[in-house]
Structure formats: C-alpha cells, structure tokens
C-alpha cells in the first residue's frame, strides 16, 4: 500500500469513530467516557503510524 492509500484508510477509520461515539452518546450507553479513550488512542496511534510510514517512504 502506498501513503495515500494508508492516509485515507485512517480518514474512514477516524470518521466512522467519531460516527459510532457520537451514536453512542445519543443512546446514551454506558461508559461512553471509556470507549472514547480507548478509541481515541487506537486512532491516535494509526495516525502516528501513517506518519512513519509516510516519512519512511517507498522502498525501490
């Protein structure tokens, strides 16, 4: 794969999160605070890999 194709998997990844956290809080569920944590730095951490992938470069 290459950096566009890994930028724009964590840009579906990262909207369909904020979609099911705000569903979530709509509902009202339990925890909502925790999952959002959880989440958050599940997506954080796809960012920062896509960074290093990004900076790394492709390989010839």
């Not at 369909?16 to 954080?44: D, H, P």
């Amino acid at each position: 794969m290459n950096q566009n194709t890994y930028r724009r998997l964590m840009l579906i990844l990262t909207m369909a999160y904020g979609v099911l956290i705000a569903a979530l809080a709509m509902l009202e569920i339990g925890n909502i605070g925790l999952v959002a944590i959880v989440g958050g730095l599940v997506v954080g951490l796809g960012w920062a890999l896509t960074a290093v992938v990004a900076k790394r470069g492709p390989t010839t």
